[in-house]
């Protein structure tokens, strides 16, 4: 017993001794907090701690008075002398720099941190939000796409597979975005508009994402809604080498084959363009191997990246050199139903034609290819090249089965006529961009120069993109043979375009100083010609097997004349193709611009105004004459574009900030062509007068800093935009059609809050963004005859509708929980976001748009690092399998009468998709 108490005594007398020590870590020069710091006991070095997400650290003593050791990677080692362990610590570590014998010595900015993103966020001269590397490394998302739509204010229109694709900003459609590589603009491989997909860059060749919300006149004009700059990896200080290797499944395969076909059946060129306009293609001309149907479980996907970066000749020499792949099969199950407005009686209500069944299945194969080297001739020149590659390929199978709503449908007694098409599409993108870039100081570093010289190209190839139709029908639940369409059977298209784009930028800044005001004067234009070729040809088939008796020789039926598609007998109704499609266009378009600016600090107030000036030249051209059509023209006009900023930083770590700027949207390409394009129940045609939007711009915003690596900000934004481009029906002479135009004004107004926290090892990120917009467009209204007598029951008229813009979604909001444990190396994010309704597609009917509904996604991210400098890692993406729906506001009654039919939140449902969740592991090496 006495044993028992003595061990006791001793216990309370060590634990009395033991007194917590707490402090926190940071850079000598930069105030930054230092993520995994080592601090220990001078004599007792095994007790130990690391520092976490805030530089925080707790560590028992043994004593009031002990010594500590510090020391961090890249920084000096210190001891520090604690005096008391009441105090709260501060210990200050200093950069550890390599003594060289030049006598020039570099610096190098660290900006890949989310200290390093807070920091160019605080510093920045306009309103700016920024993803670094670390938080995209952390983050679950494999493309840009999917890593842009954890920024506050922004959501992304996604593709058939559920990724990102598009970025909409403040609830401007994509349209009114434009996107930079380190600064300039890129083509866009889409063959009528010029927003570029984000969902082609890979995610991991990004140094940091750059949203910017308020342009200075330094910037180009033509975005509304913002700008997206990919700022790509720089040459590090020292040599480091990267690499990762990871595989992983889609859980929606798990449930169904995955189908494919030989994309090496493809022809790149139609016979068209292979043989001449007045060659007629026969049967042999195109291979029966691409529409080979081929069904099995999908293989698991694969990703790999590596880089390498230097400093060499006295770090005068700066290399980059980096290159990613990304092969993953993905896809969906979808219902979708067809629909039209009701014009038999003055309703107007949705009405039902067709219930469709799909399945997408799609491989996509990515790969990224980033050089960039820079030549420091000395501390006042340097130069560099930066050159990049993206490659995208979609190969997709889309399997429909579609059941007539209508003619022959008959539910009770199991009667309904069934289609079936598919279709075989390999979609292929590129980008390229080439810069040369010099920066120069002159007397004594007052006056600095920089210049670009650009080369950009974009092309995007669908060819020989198949599809097979057939049919059969159901009678009392009993199924007759399948057979192919009679009347177009098949058809294969080929669609090309390319985007050239030759550019200069000069920028040219005067820095001076007059007691305690700092200003700078800046001057500089730039010079763009972009031409685009756009190329279209489709062929269609009927069935014909001229080995049948006559009369039977178009009737070919599955399991007697072949079974799968690859053995079905067609001749070709169009020997000609369509080459007179309005699709095969050329566009030009040529832009001048010049700017002056001024900067002003006095003490706490930043002052930027300027004046932008730019003339655009924009045209086209149809390769083959349309009749009743301009079949070139062009659109040339000049604007000045004025903007100011204010910046206030009461203290250090606060901002508060207005800003104002005039910006511009130019039309698409295609939308000022003279194209007739006659659907079934109305005529889509181009604006050839469509006149490009103005708007102006008005941001406040409150920043606060409490750490380097946290924030709070408060935004408000207004929009005033004058002459929107959107489409509705239009009445011409005799005639009313869909089209492109400007309709009046329109408002966008919200808020913003984003929140970053974090508590030793756990961090909290979070933002909210409000949206409200309006805009009045005409719409087709049905309505009763007053005229009792007459044979038209039901007249139709043009009426305004006041709606959201194309796009808004009124709520959006994203929160991230992080979780850092330093000392055994594991990292931890769990991502949350939320995208409220908005509007998907503008209906020409009244109060018919098609809404995407409000959805949750939530993503995961593990890993664990190793101190030989590898990492473990696993990230899940679409963990809930949140379902895409779409869906019209209005419901009818009568869809009640459809088979298995369900409404959505009140209304009728229109499609909804989905994607399954995604699983990937991997291993990523540094050294």
């Known amino acids: 017993m006495k044993y028992i108490l003595f061990a006791c005594l001793l216990l309370e007398a060590n634990m009395l001794m033991a007194m917590p020590v707490r402090g926190i870590v940071k850079d000598s020069e930069t105030g930054e907090e230092l993520v995994g710091a080592t601090v220990f006991v001078k004599d007792n070095p095994g007790r130990g701690v690391v520092t976490g997400l805030d530089g925080s650290f707790s560590i028992e003593a043994n004593a009031e008075r002990c010594t500590l050791i510090c020391s961090y ?57 920024i993803v670094s590397t670390k938080a995209i490394e952390m983050s679950p998302d494999m493309t ?40 300039v603009k890129i083509p866009s491989p889409d063959n009528k508009n010029r927003f570029v997909p984000l969902d082609i860059f890979p995610s991991e060749l990004l140094d940091r994402l750059e949203v910017t919300k308020a342009l200075t006149a330094d910037m180009e004009g033509d975005a509304i809604g913002g700008a997206v700059n990919m700022v790509m990896k720089d040459a590090p200080p020292h040599r480091q080498i990267t690499a990762n290797l990871s595989t992983g499944y889609n859980a929606l395969f798990l449930e169904r084959d995955f189908y494919s076909f030989d994309t090496k059946g493809i022809s790149k060129q139609s016979p068209y363009e292979v043989y001449g306009e007045s060659y007629p293609a026969k049967p042999r001309d195109f291979s029966g191997e691409l529409i080979r149907l081929n069904t099995g479980k999908a293989p698991a996907n694969l990703f790999g990246g590596f880089s390498y970066g230097d400093r060499l000749i006295h770090d005068r020499l700066g290399i980059m050199l980096a290159g990613s792949y990304q092969n993953s099969y993905r896809g969906s199950d979808c219902v979708f139903y067809g629909t039209s407005t009701a014009t038999s009686d003055a309703s107007n209500l949705p009405v039902l034609t067709d219930k469709n069944d799909r399945t997408y299945s799609e491989r996509q194969t990515r790969y990224g290819l980033h050089a960039k080297f820079d030549w420091r001739f000395s501390l006042q020149h340097k130069i560099q090249w930066y050159n990049a590659y993206m490659d995208f390929s979609n190969a997709q199978v889309r399997d429909n089965s579609k059941i007539d709503l209508n003619i022959g449908y008959n539910p009770g007694q199991g009667d309904y006529n069934l289609s079936y098409d598919t279709r075989f599409r390999l979609n292929h993108q590129q980008i390229l961009n080439s810069t040369l870039k010099g920066t120069h100081y002159f007397l004594s570093e007052t006056l600095k120069t920089d210049w670009s010289a650009v080369y950009s190209r974009a092309f995007s190839e669908t060819p020989d993109n198949a599809s097979v139709h057939t049919v059969t029908s159901v009678r009392n639940y009993q199924a007759n043979p399948i057979s192919v369409v009679t009347l177009g059977g098949a058809d294969r298209r080929w669609e090309h375009n390319t985007d050239n784009d030759k550019a200069v930028y000069l920028n040219i800044v005067y820095s001076a100083v007059a007691g305690k005001i700092k200003m700078d004067f800046s001057a500089g234009g730039l010079y763009r010609d972009k031409q685009r070729s756009n190329f279209f040809n489709q062929y269609d088939f009927r069935p014909y097997d001229e080995s049948k008796e006559e009369g039977m020789r178009n009737n070919l039926i599955k399991g007697v004349d072949w079974n799968d598609y690859s053995e079905i007998r067609f001749t070709v109704f169009t020997p000609f193709g ?89 039309p698409g390409f295609f939308e000022i062509v003279p194209y007739r394009i006659i659907n079934e129940d109305y005529t889509e045609m181009g604006n050839p007068d469509l006149q490009h939007t103005i708007a102006h711009n008005i941001d406040l915003r409150y920043e606060y800093f409490p750490r380097p690596s946290e924030q709070f900000m408060l935004g408000l934004f207004y929009k005033k935009i004058e002459n929107p481009i959107e489409y509705g029906m239009i009445t011409q002479g005799q005639g009313t059609f869909y089209m492109p135009a400007n309709f009046g004004n329109a408002s966008n107004y919200g808020m ?12 909290v990120k979070g933002n909210y963004t409000f949206t409200h917009s309006a805009i009045t467009t005409t719409k087709l209204f049905n309505y009763n005859n007053p005229d009792p007598s007459s044979s038209e029951k039901v007249l139709v008229k043009n009426v305004n509708q006041t709606r959201p813009l194309n796009g808004q979604a009124r709520h959006v909001a994203n929160l991230s929980l992080l979780y850092k444990d330093t000392q055994y190396g594991w990292d931890g994010q769990l991502a949350f976001s939320y995208t409220g309704d908005r509007m998907y597609a503008v209906s020409r009917y009244l109060d018919n748009d098609i809404w995407q509904s409000g959805y949750f996604q939530l993503d995961a991210s593990i890993e664990k690092k190793f101190k030989t ?52 592991a991997g291993i990523r090496y540094k050294l």
């Open 73 to 129: 990677l890249g920084y000096k080692t210190v001891e520090y002398t604690v005096q008391s362990v009441s105090d709260k610590l501060t210990i200050l570590l200093e950069p550890a720099y390599s003594e060289i014998n030049e006598v020039v010595v570099y610096g190098y900015a660290i900006n890949d941190t989310e200290t390093g993103a807070r920091s160019l966020e605080r510093l920045s001269s306009n309103v700016m939000n």
């Open 144 to 183: 840009v796409a999917n890593v842009i739509q954890r920024v506050s204010g922004v959501t992304v229109e996604r593709n058939s597979s559920g990724d990102g694709q598009y970025a909409i900003l403040r609830g401007m459609d994509k349209r009114y975005n434009y996107t930079l590589v380190n600064g």
């Open 578 to 666: 369509a080459v007179g499609n309005p699709l095969n266009y050329d566009a030009s378009e040529r832009i001048a611009a010049g700017y002056g600016q001024a900067k002003t600090v006095i003490n706490n107030l930043q002052v930027i105004a300027g004046l932008r000036i730019e003339n655009t030249d924009q045209g086209y051209f149809l390769k083959y004459a349309v009749e009743g059509v301009k079949n070139s023209g062009n659109q040339v006009y000049t604007d000045y574009l004025p903007d100011v900023h204010l910046k206030y930083s009461p203290l250090a770590n606060n901002n508060i900030r207005a800003s104002y700027y005039k910006s511009i949207n130019r």
């Open 752 to 763: 913003e809050i984003d929140i970053t926290k974090y508590f030793h090892s756990f961090g």
């Open 869 to 920: 400098g590898l990492t473990l890692f696993v990230k899940a993406t679409n963990l809930l399998d949140t379902p895409m729906v779409h869906y019209l506001k209005k419901d009818n009654p009568s869809n009640s009468r459809i088979e298995g039919y369900e409404n959505h939140q009140g209304g009728t449902l229109v499609r909804r998709d989905y994607y399954g969740q995604n699983l990937q």
